[in-house]
């Protein structure tokens, strides 16, 4: 199930590309343009590894910083044998808007390794981890710049790079540390429902989207692209309010049954067999078939630039969610927007991950344990609105949900740089 081979230009590009055009609808003053133009910081570290073999390795990492006039920096750190300064770059990017968009009170980040997690042990993964955290060493910190799990990396992750920043300080001031990063396990100061955040996030602007426009969820149809943490976490939760799971698909490849799938069931099987490849009882189906699956709803949650021209024309849905970060090619953009088909865009859909790491990195500076349904209700309103801004916006200017999205999130940073200007 890889990713269509259409585009042009680099994710970046295109990231750039679509602020660009924002800035042009609201006609956005020269500060904001210059200063949102380029990362403020980036950080490429070459970092040796001794393996179970006791041979040495080298790996490369990177820390993008975008922009942080709204907050710290904040951001995922992905582990993937594919990661490239281009793609964290745009993932960089893409968190200061989402971040704005939300009204979370953070800037943009986005780090990464250039590994297969899968190639290497456990204890290889936690060296690797370490090494590249004690290397970015005060590029990161609580107040400055804070990690979070992404593609290839978990609460595990967060934990070894949690223990590696604070074994780097004075015993003092270890406990005062824990928000570095987020996403971290509950023992070590995580937050209840940070595991789900993102599925529930797409979950809750889905629902958004329904109230809006009268649709009835009870029954709907819905398939997911990517059945990792994301996918599989709205897929369960989609399913318990009533949707059917026709369909599911990720690197191992795809399987529907127009009945539904047992989504619990399907869940557990990938994990134990490393994908929805098999799972016994739905019929397997190329790639072409599973984009084509008869669905009012179709959730990419898998990695950038999944859905080209190609892949929009066979959809038979009346909603894109975008689990994912990117997932849709320019010319797939349009090819929608050509057909009708509404899309609840990355920044406002899958934003559910950074509020919620918001919400631990809050209870970690004030040594306080928020209850689920406490989480739930704070990220339910976040995402109510980011929705209805979205929405207002793609009104007042006549312009799509991904425009508006960006012309919302970009007047507010750009408000903020009207009223503190810059120094000296």
């Known amino acids: ?25 609201f006609e956005a003053d020269e ?37 942080n006039v709204r907050g710290p920096y904040k951001g995922g750190v992905r582990f993937a044998p594919d990661v490239t300064l281009d793609e964290v770059k745009a993932l960089a990017a893409l968190m200061t808007y989402k971040c704005s968009l939300i009204d979370v009170p953070f800037g943009g980040a986005k780090g990464g390794v250039t590994v297969d997690p899968k190639a290497h042990s456990r204890h290889e993964l936690e060296r690797i981890t370490r090494r590249f955290t004690h290397e970015l060493g005060s590029n990161i910190g609580p ?7 992404d593609m290839g990396t978990d609460a595990q992750t967060m934990v070894w790079m949690m223990d590696t920043y604070m074994n780097g300080l004075g015993a003092n001031h270890k406990n005062a540390v824990r928000g570095v990063v987020t996403g971290k396990s509950l023992l070590a100061g995580g937050s209840v429902g940070r595991d789900k955040a993102t599925g529930q ?25 990517g059945f990792g943490n994301v996918g599989s976490h709205l897929a369960r939760l989609l399913a318990r309010s009533g949707g059917i799971c026709v369909g599911a698909a990720d690197a191992s490849g ?31 189906v190329t790639r072409d078939e599973f984009f084509g699956l008869e669905s009012e709803i179709f959730i990419p949650a ?12 066979l959809l038979k849905v009346k909603l894109v969610a975008e689990g994912a970060n990117g997932p849709t090619s320019p010319e797939g953009d349009a090819v929608l927007r050509e057909r009708g088909i509404v899309v609840l865009p990355d920044i406002l859909a899958n934003a559910g991950g950074v509020v919620v790491s918001y919400f631990e990195w809050v209870q970690n500076r004030r040594s306080e344990s928020w209850s689920l349904p406490e989480v739930d209700r704070r990220l339910k309103e976040k995402i109510r609105a980011g929705y209805r801004l979205v929405r207002n916006t793609a009104q007042e200017f006549g312009v799509h949900n991904r425009q508006a999205a960006f012309v919302a999130s970009a007047r507010r940073l750009e408000a903020c740089y009207r009223e503190r200007g810059i120094f000296p």
Do not use: C
């Open 201 to 225: 996030g797409v979950v809750f602007a889905i629902e958004e989207w329904a109230d809006d426009t009268n649709f009835d969820l009870a029954g709907a149809r819905f398939h997911v692209q």
């Open 143 to 149: 107040d400055y710049d804070i990690p979070a799990p």
């Open 1 to 25: 199930m890889g990713a269509t081979s259409e585009h042009p230009i680099s994710f970046y590009q295109v990231a750039n590309a679509q602020v660009q055009e924002a800035f042009d609808i």
């Open 31 to 67: 500060l904001t343009r210059v200063v949102l133009g380029a990362p403020k910081s980036q950080v490429v570290v070459n970092f040796p590894v001794r393996m179970r073999d006791e041979s040495y390795r080298l790996f490369t990492g990177y820390r993008v910083q975008h922009n």
């Open 302 to 313: 898998a990695k950038e630039f999944q859905v080209g021209a190609h892949e929009a024309a």
């Open 254 to 284: 795809a399987v529907a049954d127009p009945n539904g799938l047992d989504v619990d069931a399907l869940t557990r099987w990938a994990a134990g067999n490393g994908g929805v490849r098999g799972f016994d009882g739905a019929e397997s």
